[in-house]
């Protein structure tokens, strides 16, 4: 375990708990390190019940973000799986002996029979109040009836599904904020982010709203970008009025005009992400929610008041009238739908939830929204919450991830921890990038005309993917090259002028970043047995530096190339190095 990781007396409590009931579910708030408490339960699991342990997250952001967790902070051996990974991650995922997963791929692979139900001894099944119903939780548990040890996490468990998780999972015991083990680590207000993704209907249309913008030039262009912006900012309604009362824009967008208007499109995509932020967050005593455009919060007003809430709307461009903020500040009103009249001007020290439906990239108006909470008076002994909602793999994600940045440059920070800010960035545009180097390796102007991104747009994108494994490099006269890991024999056909070495004398050192020398000044006579050897002790470099000394008559040369990227196969390290070579002597 990561030295600077002290278990809390409350979290070695619960975990102690649920092992001595070998079925078990733990309730606690967000914000408590629930995850911590079942990487502690996974290590405390009699030997016959660790081999293999399957790990339930109901989304790939959360998916991500647990595996990181107990790989990085806990030691342990675990992957994430889900179905956008690329396919050679996939796979290495499966072999892992602690798979956090989606219940979506985890039902495919059982159906599919390429993941065996049996091979798992121990399942640990976080938000476990889906399990019930209808949901994907509730036929992957089903698989996996077998499973002994058993361990079920939620912030939240309703009184109508408690028997259920019960049945499924184990007894449920619950940790609250006024538990006096906890009470001591209450902070003043903590920053989440909700995805909301598009459905696959959704998801064509936007792509086909992105097709025409890479292809428009100029104010149409410019134009095609706001519709980009408006339907995953805030929804499909918000596109539709835009078109409806844009003879320009209804000529740019005529092609996917009936697709626009199909019954499959939901009017706002974000309000089944809201309804679980609102039940997760239960009992909270007021909540703003902040949605730029007035007929998507038209809509999420009627929605909510049709569910029981006594809700208000403050509409308009400038502070709202007088009227209405004496209604947001009546204690009968529970939430407050609010578009800019609410950024200014208006105090509710009862407030407890804020959440951010359509994101800005301003950090005025981003510091403006949360100082709606920042002023607010804790009035019921738990924390304060900012919630943003996202779009993933669109422009809302890069809306919010610039919107956080320059708050912080600012002198503001948005409580959003490191693991989620770095997952942010995988949801923009990062997806594309993948979906372009599957193809072909790409050099990295190509990929940014591709993205229409500037350079360096693209570059910490780039750095993410290849601190991660997911993308890797070789250097040409003309730049880096780009590749999946697996496309080795891809890029040696592609580029064989690159990855080709010399006839003259060299001498190579290969230096593994994260435990020194790997091989040094090594012939190529000798390299192949080498790097075998040396590679088999190690299975893995976080990065590599290499250095070739050439011998071009009297005349010695050296040359040295790091390539920033875990290397996880002799296959990859191979390239590397021949790259160095051919490279050294092109030099």
Wanted: with cysteine; proline share 6%; net charge positive.
């Amino acid at each position: 375990m990561d030295g600077s990781l002290r278990p809390r007396k409350y979290q070695l409590e619960a975990a102690r708990w649920a092992l001595s009931r070998r079925r078990a579910t733990i309730c606690m708030p967000t914000g408590t390190g629930k995850t911590l408490v079942a990487g502690l339960w996974i290590r405390g699991l009699p030997k016959g019940a660790s081999e293999r342990v399957l790990v339930l997250e109901p989304t790939r952001f959360l998916v991500e973000q647990v595996a990181r967790f107990f790989r990085e902070r806990m030691r342990l051996d675990a992957a994430p799986l889900h179905g956008s990974l690329p396919r050679v991650l996939r796979e290495r995922a499966e072999r892992a002996r602690i798979i956090v997963a989606t219940p979506e791929i985890v039902v495919h692979l059982f159906r599919e029979g390429r993941m065996n139900p049996g091979s798992f001894s121990a399942l640990v099944v976080d938000e476990c109040h889906h399990t019930t119903g209808k949901d994907a939780y509730v036929e992957a548990v089903r698989h996996l009836a077998h499973v002994e040890y058993r361990l079920g996490l939620s912030a939240f468990i309703p009184r109508s599904r408690a028997s259920h998780i019960e049945s499924w999972i184990g007894d449920i015991r619950c940790w609250g904020w006024d538990h006096p083990n906890l009470r001591p680590y209450i902070p003043e207000w903590i920053g989440e982010v909700y995805e909301a993704p598009f459905n696959p209907h959704e998801g064509r249309l936007y792509k086909g709203l992105e097709k025409l913008w890479e292809q428009a030039s100029g104010s149409s262009r410019m134009l095609l970008g706001m519709a980009l912006r408006w339907m995953a900012r805030d929804g499909v309604d918000a596109l539709r009025e835009s078109v409806t009362n844009s003879h320009r824009l209804r000529e740019l967008v005529e092609p996917l005009e009936k697709l626009m208007w199909s019954p499959s499109i939901r009017p706002a995509h974000k309000w089944g992400s809201l309804e679980r932020i609102l039940e997760d967050h239960d009992p909270f005593t007021k909540a703003i929610v902040f949605i730029d455009r007035i007929v998507i919060a038209r809509r999420v007003a009627e929605l909510l008041s049709s569910q029981g809430f006594e809700t208000t709307l403050l509409l308009g461009r400038r502070r709202a009238p007088k009227q209405s903020l004496d209604r947001a500040r009546n204690p009968r009103t529970r939430i407050i739908v609010s578009t800019s009249a609410g950024e200014e001007g208006i105090d509710l020290p009862e407030a407890d939830l804020l959440i951010v439906w359509s994101n800005t990239a301003s950090p005025l108006r981003l510091v403006q929204r949360v100082g709606r909470l920042l002023r607010a008076r804790d009035v019921k002994g738990g924390p304060k919450w900012a919630v943003f909602i996202v779009t993933p793999e669109t422009v809302d994600v890069d809306s919010l991830l610039d919107g956080v940045v320059a708050a912080r440059a600012a002198g503001v920070d948005m409580s959003i921890d490191e693991e989620t800010i770095s997952h942010l960035l995988e949801l923009s545009r990062r997806r594309r990038i993948l979906e372009l180097l599957e193809k072909d390796p790409l050099p990295e102007e190509v990929l940014a005309r591709a993205l229409s991104a500037p350079p360096e747009k693209l570059k910490p994108h780039l750095r993410w993917l290849q601190s991660h494994g997911i993308v890797s490099y070789i250097y040409t006269p003309f730049g880096r090259v780009y590749f999946l890991p697996d496309q080795a024999l891809l890029l040696r056909s592609k580029y064989s002028a690159f990855l080709t070495p010399p006839q003259t004398r060299q001498e190579v050192t290969i230096v593994c970043k994260n435990s020194g020398n790997l091989l040094r000044r090594a012939p190529p006579q000798m390299l192949e047995q080498l790097l075998e050897r040396s590679f088999k002790k190690r299975r893995q470099c976080n990065g590599v530096k290499i250095s070739v000394m050439t011998w071009r008559g009297p005349s010695v040369f050296l040359k040295n190339f790091s390539y920033e990227f875990p290397v996880w196969s002799l296959e990859l390290l191979r390239v590397l190095v021949d790259n160095a070579r051919a490279m050294a002597a092109v030099s």
